[in-house]
């Protein structure tokens, strides 16, 4: 679900949204391309969900109670949120708004419902799927990361075919059979989109306004 919003139609920035399963690999190709890539900054998603593993509060999610998300819901403080996996996540106004309009180049992580709604909010979004390689790779993935249990995996898989089927309506799409090149997929759209013409035009006006063009 989303509230209606007053976003920006136009903005210098730009916004990637990066949408896969559970053990696509997903957040290990964002972690991977922040390293490389000074320009961009990571917006940090709310979450009900427990925290999984090494990941921190305020690093990989911002992790609060249902109360806190559901107060937050009612003062508008979200740009969409969804219910996935029994639990709740949300993109906040401030986490992308401050930044892009700002010029700043923005990242999120999350699924693909709050994509598709990012979209319709900032056209100029661009939405990018990793995909599995197969789906007997992504029940081994789920395995290895050791966090769930076989009846929860069980219905990642199940959850992961729905998901899967939304690829179509995102811009680009990844497969992730071998990391190194999965993040090479990656870099380049990052880097290509930077080179449009109208993305160009947005975070270099004067360049334009100088050169008489546009």
Request: with cysteine; hydrophobic share 40%.
């Amino acid at each position: 679900m989303s509230r209606p919003s007053d976003a920006p139609d136009d903005y210098p920035g730009n916004l990637y949204v990066v949408a896969a399963p559970s053990g696509a690999g997903k957040s290990s190709l964002v972690s991977a391309l922040l390293q490389v890539d000074s320009h961009l900054v990571v917006a940090i998603s709310h979450t009900t969900r427990a925290p999984r593993g090494q990941e921190q509060q305020d690093r990989e999610y911002h992790f609060v109670d249902e109360s806190t998300f559901r107060s937050m819901i009612e003062r508008g403080e979200f740009f969409e949120w969804a219910e996935v996996h029994g639990n709740l996540y949300g993109t906040s106004r401030g986490a992308i708004e401050t930044r892009i309009t700002g010029g700043q180049d923005v990242v999120l992580e999350i699924d693909w419902q709050g994509a598709l709604q990012i979209k319709r909010l900032f056209p100029n979004a661009i939405l990018i799927f990793v995909l599995p390689p197969s789906w007997d790779e992504l029940r081994q993935r789920l395995h290895r990361r050791g966090e769930d249990q076989p009846p929860v995996i069980e219905q990642r898989m199940a959850n992961a075919r729905v998901e899967v089927a939304q690829a179509c309506h995102f811009d680009f799409v990844i497969i992730n059979a071998l990391f190194e090149t999965a993040l090479f997929d990656l870099k380049a759209i990052v880097h290509s989109q930077r080179l449009k013409y109208a993305a160009l035009q947005r975070s270099r006006p004067a360049v334009f306004a100088a050169l008489g063009i546009g």
